[in-house]
């Protein structure tokens, strides 16, 4: 049964770096083809990508936030974390980790997020 | 990077009602399209894959179509549970990079 589940902290301050971290069960960032991915949605509006690691430990970043973004992962821990720095009001939002599982071991397959953490609330208030 | 549009923004039917909802990339991709359920306070959950592909386990009222550019998500009878927020998403493969629509809501008249 695969599970993941995000935590972090509820409220940061402006400027301040955001640190959340994604704990998983029913699968290993070791096996080839799977990835975890964070992905964000403010209040009221549309999911945006954000990052994603792979079983290679191979890293890519949205265009517009690649700058401020960091993702690690721990695989003895069964754990990913995202660093977000520079934080702003607008970055308020419930974060998600979800998986892909490219099962073939190649980028070229299908991707789709299968399983989705149930989200946390960032706020970003002084 | 490739923008996604959906329409409607939103739509209300009523049940058993068949609910079409348009996604249109801003270039070809294939049938690098995957769509999306999400209620209220709950994470997405993924209803079709690869544009045509009905995840397992999903009810066979829900189908997907299109390539290209233009992609088409159908509700073939909706039911009072289907009340949500639908999302397209498309993906690259290399590198990997994901952009999802801006949603469509779905509510029951």
């Known amino acids: 049964q695969v599970t993941l589940r995000e935590s972090g902290p509820a409220l940061v301050k402006p400027t301040q770096t955001l640190t959340l971290t994604c704990t998983f069960s029913g699968f290993s960032l070791s096996t080839s083809g799977m990835c975890v991915s964070w992905i964000r949605q403010p209040p009221g509006k549309a999911l945006e990508w954000l990052a994603l690691?792979?079983?290679?430990?191979?890293?890519y970043y949205s265009t517009s936030l690649k700058t401020r973004l960091t993702i690690s992962k721990d695989t003895s821990k069964n754990q990913v974390v995202l660093t977000m720095t520079n934080m702003d009001p607008v970055d308020t939002a419930t974060y998600y980790c979800a998986r892909i599982d490219y099962g073939s071991g190649s980028y070229f397959s299908s991707a789709n997020f299968d399983y989705w953490g149930q989200g946390t609330l960032v706020t970003v208030s002084s | 990077d490739i923008q996604m549009t959906q329409s409607p923004s939103s739509l209300s039917a009523s049940v058993g009602d068949r609910v079409t909802i348009t996604c249109q990339a801003s270039?070809?991709?294939?049938?690098?399209l995957n769509w999306y359920q999400q209620k209220p306070g709950k994470a997405p959950k993924l209803l079709i894959y690869d544009a045509s592909n009905l995840e397992t386990g999903v009810p066979s009222r829900f189908s997907g179509s299109g390539s290209g550019t233009d992609f088409t998500f159908t509700i073939s009878s909706l039911q009072p549970e289907d009340i949500a927020t639908y999302y397209c998403?498309?993906?690259?493969?290399?590198?990997?990079?994901?952009?999802f629509g801006p949603g469509t809501k779905v509510d029951i008249k």
């Open positions: 270039q070809d991709i294939s049938n690098y």
């Open positions: 690691i792979d079983w290679d430990d191979d890293k």
């Open positions: 998403q498309q993906y690259d493969n290399l590198p990997p990079l994901f952009t």
